[in-house]
Nanobody
Framework: QVQLVESGGGLVQAGGSLRLSCVAS????????MGWFRQAPGKEREFVAA????????YYAESVKGRFTISRDNGKNTVYLQMNSLKPEDTAVYYC??????????????WGQGTQVTVSS
């Protein structure tokens, strides 16, 4: 069982930056690939970024490529999402997720409760 807790969301102006963090419980964090997803009102949850267990491989949605960076610190059981050049269309609840498989689908086994990101124009 893995429990995930996100933090770092908030209100920011367009063009600004935020860094989201997600802390995982347990001592097996390094066994899991980690992903960030988001869900805007009235829309389905969508993939944002994923990182492999070792951190040696990352993958991004086209809409965030070049603006967002996913990283992890296995010693701190934490995955991060650095978000730069934010746009109003990035407004959503952001979720981190963990799974033994590294993928861009929403079929992750464990999910956090989400953190709200709001980008004003």
């Amino acid at each position: 069982q893995v429990q995930l807790v996100e933090s770092g969301g908030g209100l920011v102006q367009a063009g600004g930056s935020l860094r989201l963090s997600c802390v995982a419980s347990g001592r097996t964090f390094s066994r899991y690939a980690m992903g960030w997803f988001r869900q805007a009102p009235g829309k389905e949850r969508e993939f944002v970024a994923a990182i492999a267990r070792s951190g040696g491989s990352t993958y991004y949605a086209e809409s965030v490529k070049g603006r967002f960076t996913i990283s992890r610190d296995n010693g701190k059981n934490t995955v991060y999402l650095q978000m730069n050049s934010l746009k109003p269309e990035d407004t959503a609840v952001y979720y981190c997720a963990a799974d033994l498989l590294y993928s861009s689908t929403t079929k992750y086994d464990y999910w956090g409760q989400g953190t709200q990101v709001t980008v004003s124009s």
